[in-house]
């Protein structure tokens, strides 16, 4: 096997020249499971530590039946709440001991368990976890106190302004798709997650299957072995058979708005977003909506200098593309010092989405973007856990690592007028939606 | 030069004053930790907030030649940038870049700190970001991290630990950028330095940066002693009103542990085991979540650990002399908030009159000690902890830490639990709407009887009766309530 540590420098060297390198520079083994279950082991030189990341296919995305948001988010707390082999107790002690560090996480289109830990603990670890994919056993009390947890998180998160356009925004923008309400889901759902146990067992009997599911294991590992160790606990498992209907978006007919008065002194925020498509690297849209993202709204923008740095009327502006597996939202939030200035930015932002639909940006000013999203890969991917978190984003789109080149291939060939072209078609006043926020007469 | 444990890892005065740190390596990234050990403890007594806003005028803004937006569009495409991080008695300069951009990245962090542009716009901006950072940042968006801020503040008051890192609101107005100048002059010498660097740099380029920053003055004014807290005389809580959906706690006392104490490994399980940071492991988490579904979750602290609701480890270079023991209740439902606070500090009670037993001894040793591992994976976490090493005066942080732990017995551990952990002489810091009614619950002795959506086991109701009349032993006139605009005003 080649030194992975070599691979990356080759590809410093030849990431710019003629022919670009794979953007992810590691040798991988990627198998499948007869039971539809894959495996992604990355071997690396960081000596010891191993991370196994399991990805689950299901976010909040998944959530289709009325009353019942969050429980993809629910799931992530309940699959600690035991099994007869294991009860939370004996699963939270054998971690203790291995000294590893472990959590979960949920967004719109996935659900990621991830443990960190030094590699001869590795077969438990893939053992437990097995074992809770596959058995997973909770009584309805032990639920309903999970439940409040999940209320206990919401209010945690409530305090920060952000939370609150986030779900307006996307309450807003959405009339049937589920990316309508946030990972965290309504309130209201929330609030009457102790009475759904049964529902939640239906949730995980149809999505925690081994066609969802995707094992991530990265570090000091052989992918032989933990092909073995995998064949040896997860192999049992049953395929399911349920396939959500998500409800298809119908096309936005017009712009919308909406106001969010916050009780407590803020600083204004403006957030613009626009229907946009979902990932795609068998095309150029989604790299040239990243790249547009970057080029229009990033702290080297225009917008940003004359905003932020010259003015100053406005102390922070970004742009984020989706990247999702449906269609989504292209946003660009911009918090404003004082709330006299909040109507002169919003326009400045649309002067600006305008000037990108109408002419092409420099050639040069698109190199320095490429060169940054590669040398942004190369510099974070210092350590096994942030490399199998990183492909955890691309394995839950499409299952593999080599959407990661994919995309980065897309990038390599993006020309001026295919940023321009995706400004035009998508960051159109009939699929746009502006939410605004300000606190009780704005910061005092 | 000295080896400090690991092969790799050499700490060295060289010929000037400056201390380095350096893991040499094969990667192709070059990692940066430039540390000044000095912070905002060094801030004029009128001036809260000075060695923020100079730390921030660095690694925000331009440098002689080159302005803010010539700083950034050149670090741009090279995906680099550079952040600082100001605690009390380090300031850090941290940053990354590939080797191919190695010469262009650390001409702009050597232009950066030794040359910086000191312009007035560049200081307007920061200045603004620094006061939003308390007034919408802290006291408007995060009702955690404003609660933990306030428990230090009213340990540490009366001491150069006794304000909030960022400043307050009116000194940070008031503060000029003659008076950063001045700072930085003061502060930013050789003999404060420690550079850290690790990765695909070569020995010349090592040597030409050790030469570079030997521009810097030689020596700053002695650094002042850091005199230990007051004692708490008796328990009492401030209470921070603002408009919010739930009530946050944190609660702390001073300590007498750093990692350059004897008993340092042992306290640090016994935080671990009673609630390590965002971790099911901990028994708080456990009673106060698991068990009964009060919030999110509850942990436990022997050193500083700021921004810990968006870091699942912690930083490294928050060295201090003196630290605080702290427990952390995320927010709970305004209903059960005076029961809350008794069950956690129910459960201190138990620790400290039960202790551990040899199996949760050994676990969390167990524990700790492969921890460290994971804690130390990157190569910037690794400089970190060893730049922290070199403050403490200790060896590489890993093997100290393993070696300290292999030595404990259950019995030490009992005994530092006995002389650290209690219920009495306590700061409760709490954020929630109402104020003074939380005030008028926790300054009662009635029960706070306590319902569940679902039957509990015996041992939880039993455990119950107890916890519900809990005496928090604090009178009406030692809990105050504060207006949140008030705060870091």
Redesign the interface.
């Known amino acids: 096997m080649i030194p992975k540590?070599c691979l990356?420098?080759g590809c410093?060297a030849l990431a710019f020249g003629a022919q670009p390198q794979k953007v992810f520079p590691y040798e991988y083994s990627q198998e499948d499971l007869p039971n539809g279950l894959r495996l992604i082991v990355v071997p690396t030189d960081?000596a010891?530590?191993v991370a196994n990341y399991i990805v689950v296919q299901t976010g909040s995305r998944n959530e289709v039946e009325p009353g019942h948001t969050g429980f993809a988010h629910l799931f992530e707390h309940l699959m600690?709440r035991g099994t007869e082999k294991y009860s939370?107790?004996k699963y939270?002690?054998t971690?203790?001991?291995?000294?590893?560090?472990?959590?979960a996480s949920t967004s719109d289109d996935l659900t990621v368990y991830h443990t960190?830990?030094?590699k001869e603990d590795l077969d438990t670890v893939l053992a437990m976890e097995a074992d809770r994919f596959q058995h997973l056993k909770y009584a309805?009390?032990?639920?309903?106190?999970?439940?409040?947890?999940v209320?206990?998180?919401y209010?945690?998160n409530?305090?920060?302004?952000?939370s609150k356009l986030d779900e307006v925004m996307h309450d807003t923008a959405f009339d049937k798709h589920t990316y309508k309400h946030t990972t965290m889901g309504f309130l209201k759902d929330i609030q009457d997650m102790?009475n759904q146990y049964a529902y939640s067992l239906k949730f995980f009997d149809r999505y925690y299957r081994p066609e969802y599911t995707t094992i991530i294991v990265v570090g000091d590992v052989k992918a032989k072995a933990v092909r073995a160790m995998v064949d040896k606990y997860w192999g049992e498992w049953k395929r399911g058979s349920y396939r959500p209907e998500i409800p298809v978006e119908p096309a936005q007919n017009g712009p919308r708005t909406a106001h969010v008065d916050w009780?407590?002194?803020?600083?204004p925020i403006v957030v613009v977003a626009y229907k946009a498509p979902a990932y795609n690297d068998a095309t150029k849209e989604t790299a040239a909506l990243d790249a547009l993202a970057t080029l229009a709204f990033?702290?080297?923008s225009d917008l940003y200098?004359k905003l932020?740095?010259?003015e100053?009327k406005a102390?922070s502006i970004s742009g984020n593309a989706p990247g999702s597996v449906d269609p989504s939202l292209f946003e660009i939030t911009a918090r404003v010092?004082k709330v006299e200035d909040l109507d002169y930015v919003r326009e400045r932002i649309l002067e600006t989405v305008k000037a990108f639909q109408e002419k092409p940006v420099d050639t040069a000013r698109l190199?320095?973007?490429r060169?940054?999203?590669r040398?942004?890969v190369?510099?974070s991917m210092?350590?096994?856990?942030?490399i199998a978190q990183i492909l955890s984003y691309y394995v839950a789109l499409k299952r593999t690592p080599e959407t990661m080149n994919a995309l980065y291939d897309r990038y390599a060939t993006l020309t001026p007028e295919d940023v321009r072209e995706v400004a035009a078609k998508y960051l159109v006043e009939k699929g746009r939606t502006i939410v605004t926020l300000t606190?009780p007469g704005g910061?005092? | 030069m000295r080896l400090i444990g690991s092969l790799f890892i050499l700490v060295s005065c060289a010929a000037a004053q400056i201390r380095t740190v350096t893991l040499p390596g094969k990667s192709p990234l070059v990692t940066f930790r430039l540390v000044f050990t000095t912070g905002s403890a060094a801030d004029p007594a009128d001036r809260p907030g000075l060695a923020y806003l100079t730390a921030q005028m660095i690694a925000d803004g331009g440098t002689k030649d080159l302005t803010y937006k010539q700083v950034t569009d050149a670090m741009f495409p090279m995906a680099s940038g550079m952040n600082a991080q100001v605690d009390k008695e380090m300031t850090t300069f941290g940053g990354a870049t590939h080797v191919d951009n190695l010469a262009e990245y650390y001409k702009l962090l050597k232009g950066r700190l030794l040359t910086p542009g000191w312009r007035e716009d560049d200081f307007r901006r920061v200045k603004d970001a620094a006061i939003n950072a308390i007034k919408v940042g802290l006291r408007g968006n995060n009702d955690e991290e404003l609660g933990k801020e306030v428990l230090y503040e009213t340990l540490y008051q009366g001491t150069p630990y006794g304000h909030f890192n960022g400043g307050t609101v009116s000194s940070l107005e008031k503060i000029t950028l003659d008076d950063v100048k001045t700072f930085y002059k003061s502060q930013y010498s050789q003999s404060q330095l420690i550079i850290g660097i690790a990765g695909g740099y070569s020995p010349e380029f090592l040597a030409s940066m050790k030469k570079d920053f030997g521009a810097l003055p030689a020596a700053a004014s002695p650094e002042a002693a850091i005199p230990a807290p007051a004692v708490v005389e008796k328990s009492r809580i401030v209470i921070v009103d603002k408009d919010t959906r739930s009530v946050a706690y944190s609660i702390g006392y001073p300590i007498d542990v750093t990692r350059a104490r004897p008993d340092y490994a042992a306290l640090l399980l016994v935080s671990s085991y009673l609630g390590q940071h965002r971790m099911s492991s901990g028994v708080l988490y456990n009673r106060l979540r698991e068990k009964r579904g009060l919030n999110y979750g509850d942990y436990a602290y022997i050193e500083y650990f700021p921004r810990g609701m968006f870091l699942m480890e912690p930083q490294p270079n928050l060295a201090r002399h003196r630290q605080i023991f702290q427990v952390w209740i995320r927010p709970v439902e305004p209903p059960t908030a005076k029961f809350a606070l008794r069950l956690a500090l129910f459960e201190l009670d138990k620790l400290n009159k039960n202790g551990l037993t040899q199996e949760e001894f050994e676990r969390t040793r167990e524990f700790l000690s492969k921890y460290v591992n994971v804690l130390t994976r990157t190569k910037r976490a690794e400089l970190g902890y060893a730049i922290d090493s070199l403050f403490y005066g200790i060896p590489q942080y890993n093997d100290y830490l393993k070696t300290q732990l292999a030595k404990l017995t259950l019995a030490d551990v009992n005994r530092v639990i006995k002389e650290n952990i209690r219920t009495d002489h306590v700061v409760i810091a709490a954020v929630t709407r109402n104020g003074e009614d939380l005030k008028r619950q926790l300054a009662s002795d009635d029960a706070s009887p306590m319902t569940y959506n679902s039957p509990k086991p015996k041992e939880i109701t039993e455990e119950d009766t107890l916890v519900v009349k809990w005496p928090l032993g604090v009178k009406a006139e030692d809990i105050k309530v504060r207006p949140v605009a008030e705060v870091f005003q």
């Open positions: 540590i990356l420098l410093a960081y010891n530590i600690f939370p107790e939270n002690q971690l203790n001991r291995m000294g590893a560090a472990s959590n960190t830990f030094s309805e009390p032990e639920f309903k106190t999970e439940s409040l947890a209320l206990g998180e209010n945690k409530s305090a920060s302004p952000f102790p009780p407590s002194p803020t600083l990033s702290s080297t200098q932020v740095v010259q100053q102390d010092k190199d320095t973007v060169k940054r999203l040398y942004q190369a510099l210092d350590n096994s856990d942030t606190g910061a005092k």
